[in-house]
C-alpha cells in the first residue's frame, strides 16, 4: 500500500546525517529568532556533544531537556544521540514534584532547562533537585538569567573544541524516554530506541508524501510525542525545514504559515478548532499548506470537513500513543472523504493493528468493539524500571494492549471508541463518551464538549456532558438536552449537561478528563 520501510534500521543520527549529505546549506530550523542550515545544526550539535563529553557523559547516561520548541531543543536532541546518551523530554508546565518525580525515576545526569516558561519556575524545581540529590550532577540553562549554572550561549560561544568520543549507535539502543501524557494516571516512560522513532518519524513522512521542499509547522510540543517524532524527525528524515512556533496562539499560527510558507501543519484537534474559529482566519493567506497530521485526542469528523473547506488543507487523522511512538495508523490522500472523517485509517506500512476481546483475548468480528492492541517496529521497548507495568501491557510475541476502544470495518479501516476506562456504565449499559461528544460538535455554537462519568448510588454511573460555547454564542443546557434527546438512545442521553467556561487540558493539549471528573464531583457535592 504505502512504499517500503527501509528506515527501520537506522537511527536518528543517521537521518539527520543523510539530509546533512544532501543539503548542506539547506535550512534546516527556524523557530522565529533563528535560522539554521543543516550544516550548522550538524556543528552546533558537535559542540554540543563535545561538551557533554567533557562533564563525562557516557553512553546510556539519561539526559533531560526541559525547553518549549526552540532551536536549541533540535540541537541538543542530535548532541545527545551523538554520544550514545538517552533524552528525557520533560513537559514545561511540569510542576516542582513532577520534575523530582521523573528526574529521579529517570535518574537523570545532567538537566538542560530555561529558567521560566509562562511563569512556571523551572529554575527554581531545577536547582532544587540539584542541591538535594547527587545523581544530577550538571545544569545547563538555555536562554536563562539566572547564572550560576554552564550556559548553552557560553558553550557554543566559546567552545572551539567540537571532538568527542565517537560511540557507534544502534538501532536498538535507547533514544528518548518519552514520558506518557498522564491523561489517565502518572506518566509513565516509554523507552524507545532508535529503531522504534527513526522507523515512524520516516514512514509517517512517507504517507504524507513529504519530500526536502516541505517546511513543517512544529506547534505540537517537542517534549511530547506528537512533536518529535512525526514533526521533527519526520522532517529531517526528508530534509525538510522545521518552523517551530513556542506556544500555542491561534493567530500566530495562521501568520506562520503565510509568512514561512508551511506546507504541513501538525496539530492536536484543539488547535485547529482555535484556527478554524478565528476572527481572522481570512485574511491569511494559507494556499501554501498541503497536508499535516490531525491526532493525539478524538478528532470530531466535522472539523476534518471544515479544515479542508476553510484552510484547503487535507489533513489526515492517525492515532497512537507515546508507546508506539507514537503512529499506528493513517488514513491517507487515496481515502474518500468518508473514510478520512470518520474514520484513523489502516495499520501504517510494517505495522499490525488488530481488535481483541479485553476478556479472552481472541480477536473481534468485523464492526465488533474490543481492545484495540498492536505490534511492529515502532513499539517501545518497554516502560523505564516499571516491569510489571511493561508485562501487563506487552506480549512476549511483540503485541501491546493500547487500552483503547475501538472497530475495525472490512477494509481494516479502525474507529476509535473511547479509552476503556472512560467507558462509561450506566446501570448496566454502556455509554461510548465519543458517540455522543461527536454529536455536540455538530452545533455550531459549540466549541469543545466532554463527556465524562460520574459517580451515581443508583444507576453506578450516570453521563456528564460539560460543554464550552464558542465566543459570543448563546445556547442553554436545557436546548443542549432537548439536541441530544433527539440523536441518541434515551439511556445514553447525559443526565447532566452543564456549559462551562473552559476544560481542564493537559499540558499537551488534551481535554483531561480526570481533571474535569474531579472539578464536576466538588461541583455537585456543593
Ligand atoms: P497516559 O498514558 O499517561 O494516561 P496518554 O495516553 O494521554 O496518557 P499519550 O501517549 O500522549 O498519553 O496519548 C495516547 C492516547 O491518546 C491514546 O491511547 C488514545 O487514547 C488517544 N489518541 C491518540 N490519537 C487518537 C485519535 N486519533 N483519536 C482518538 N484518540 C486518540
Ligand atoms: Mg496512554
Redesign the pocket.
Known sequence: MMGSVKQENTTTIQLLHSALNQFPEKEAVYDGTRRLSYRELEEESNLIAAELNKMGVKRGDHIAVCLPNWYEFVVILFAIAKIGAVIVPFNTRYHESEIEYILNHAKVKVAFFTDEVDGNKLWDSFNKVYQQHNYLKHLITVRANTRLSIAYEEVVKHSEYSEFEKVEVSPDDVAIIM??????????GAMLTHRNVAFTGSVSAEVLKCTSADVFLIQVPMF???GMVPGVLAAIAVGAKLVLTQEFKAENALKMVEQEKITVHHAVPTMFILELNHPNLEKYDLTSLRTGI??????PSEIIRKIREKMHCEVL???????AS?CLTFCTFEDDDLTRAET?GRAMPGVEVKIINPENGEEAGTGEVGEIVARGPGIMKGYYEMSEKTREVLSEDGWYR???LGTMDDKGNLQ?V??KNDLIIRGGFNIYP?EIEEHFYKLDEVQEVAIIGLPDTVLGEVACAAVTLKKGAVLTEAKLKSYIKDKVADFKVPDIVTIVEELPM?A?G?ISKVQLQNKLKEKMAH
Not at 514520558?179 to 509513565?188: E, I, L, V
Not at 490531525?294 to 478528532?299: E, L, M, N, Q, S
Open positions: 514520558y506518557t501524557s498522564g491523561t489517565t494516571g502518572n506518566p509513565k511530547h510525542i506528537f490531525v491526532a493525539a485526542a478524538p478528532v487523522s492517525s492515532y497512537g500513543m507515546t508507546e507514537p484513523v493500547t487500552g483503547d476509535i473511547g479509552r465519543r493537559t499537551s488534551k
